[in-house]
């Protein structure tokens, strides 16, 4: 880590006003005699579902090269202890600094371990969420745009003993456009001799997520990718006119309601990924709309297993 940033204070090299004014023996000989409050009988036998740490940056070294991931590391406490030892997930996140990994999932799998085997409690839950550099190609254009995907890993560990099994939720978000269906059944009723391709509405931009139970290790990230664009109007950065456009055009020859979002993000989900999980994988889907013209936002949600929208049937013009 020193090697990478320059920025690791060395305590050993600190300025004078920076050293330990107690020498290390005695601090030792504390460690050794004093109470170790967290396994200290709490004032109230009850065990909590979950305590730990949020609003946390963690460093992953990934193929992209080290990024920023915020987290959410989560154990549950026996009713016999007062608290959990905070610094040890402080310790487990330091341990995995320098290592690699090729994906936030295994990061998360490795972190979700170390930490259960430093606490008390059985049960430990770590949500990861960050970005990944995407670059793609403009429709029309051909013009390189430097763009982003939200990602996120939702890890679910339990501890049987030494053995600590763990089950991944994969998800992602993007950022996509759609165009208002009643504005424009209105306008076309109101306008019913207008010669245009399409009627006017407003547009709005939506951030859709895809949350999948992987429980087998056979999903991506490129899976969850596939089952979003093939069904929205993704939004990029760099747009000249003619890809702007293109895009608005197919936007409101296509207008979606969030409610149409989730369905059609379902389908393809239950159409590309019946291959490659168990039946009772859960699927969360969730879509918010950005309205242009409202002061509020919408948002739809769905929860389902993946047998439950395997084999949905698509109308003859989808």
């Not at 109470?35 to 909590?48: K, N």
């Not at 936030?104 to 949500?127: H, N």
């Not at 456009?177 to 407003?202: D, G, K, S, V, W």
């Not at 168990?278 to 948002?299: F, G, W």
């Amino acid at each position: 880590m020193a090697k990478r940033s320059g920025l690791v204070h060395d305590p050993k090299k600190a300025q004078s006003h920076m050293r330990p004014e107690i020498p290390a023996a005695r601090h030792e000989q504390i460690l050794a005699s004093c109470e170790d409050v967290p396994e200290m009988e709490p004032v109230f036998r009850l065990a909590l579902t979950k305590v730990g740490i949020s609003s946390k940056t963690i460093w992953i070294r990934l193929p992209q090269g080290t990024l920023p991931f915020e987290a959410e590391i989560m154990v549950d406490l026996p009713a016999g202890f007062r608290g959990i030892h905070m610094s040890r997930i402080e310790r487990a996140i330091s341990t995995l600094t320098d290592e690699r990994f090729d994906d936030i999932r295994s990061y998360s799998e490795k972190l979700c371990r170390l930490v259960l085997l430093g606490q008390r409690g059985t049960v430990a839950e770590i949500f990861l969420g960050g970005k990944l550099p995407q670059f793609t190609r403009t429709s029309l254009s051909n013009e390189l745009s430097t763009d982003n995907l939200d990602i996120s890993v939702l890890t679910k560990g339990k501890q049987a003993g030494e053995q600590v099994e763990v089950v991944s939720h994969l998800g992602l978000c993007i950022t996509h456009i759609t165009a208002c269906p009643c504005t424009q059944a209105y306008n076309r009723a109101l306008f019913p001799e207008a010669q245009i391709p399409c009627m006017p509405t407003h547009s709005q931009r939506c951030m859709t997520r895809l949350q999948v139970e992987d429980k087998i290790g056979n999903l991506t990230y490129h899976h969850l990718y596939h089952c979003l664009e093939s069904c929205l109007h993704l939004s990029q950065d760099l747009l000249k006119r003619p890809d702007e456009a293109e895009l608005v055009l197919k936007c409101h020859n296509e207008p979606q309601f969030v409610e149409d979002v989730i369905r059609l993000v379902a389908f393809q989900a239950g159409k590309r990924l019946s291959d490659l999980l168990p039946s009772d994988s859960r699927i969360t889907i969730e879509s918010t709309s950005l309205e242009s013209i409202h002061l509020h936002n919408v948002k739809s949600r769905l929860r389902c297993q993946l047998h439950e929208i395997r084999g949905m049937e698509a109308p003859d013009d989808y």
